[in-house]
Nanobody, 121 residues
C-alpha cells in the first residue's frame, strides 16, 4: 500500500511564497510520474504541475513561471515551490503519484489527503 502525505500549506498574503511537500511511503513499488493538483471551492480539481521520474516537468499556464515542481527520488518526495502567490491560487492542493509494482507491469494511482493554501489579498 502506498500512502502520500502533504505538508506545507497555510495562509499567506498575495505576493508571498509557500513550499508544499509530499512524502510517499510504502514498499514494493517505484514511483513514476508525480503531480500536484488543486481544487478551489465550487470548481473541479485541476492539475497544477507534474514531473516524471527523469525530471521532465509540465505546468498549467496560470502557474508557469511562478511555481516550480521538483522531486527527490531517493527520498520519495515531491515538492511544489509557489512564488508570487495570488488570491486565485487559493485551493486545497493534492499530491498525486503513479506507482508501478516492482517486478510487474501494474500501475496504481494514489492521492494524498490535501493541504489547504489560502492567499489573502
Amino acid at each position: 500500500q502506498v500512502q502520500l502525505v502533504e505538508s506545507g500549506g497555510g495562509l499567506v498574503q498575495a505576493g508571498g511564497s509557500l513550499r508544499l511537500s509530499c512524502a510517499v511511503s510504502g514498499s514494493g513499488f517505484i514511483i513514476e510520474t508525480m503531480a500536484w493538483y488543486r481544487q478551489a471551492p465550487g470548481k473541479q480539481r485541476e492539475v497544477v504541475a507534474s514531473i516524471t521520474r527523469s525530471g521532465t516537468t509540465n505546468y498549467q499556464d496560470s502557474v508557469r513561471g511562478r511555481f516550480t515542481i521538483s522531486r527527490d527520488n531517493a527520498k520519495n518526495m515531491v515538492y511544489l515551490q509557489m512564488n508570487s502567490l495570488k488570491p486565485e491560487d487559493t485551493a486545497v492542493y493534492y499530491c498525486n503519484a503513479d506507482a508501478k509494482t516492482l517486478g510487474r507491469i501494474i500501475y496504481h494511482n494514489y492521492w494524498g489527503q490535501g493541504t489547504q493554501v489560502t492567499v489573502s489579498s
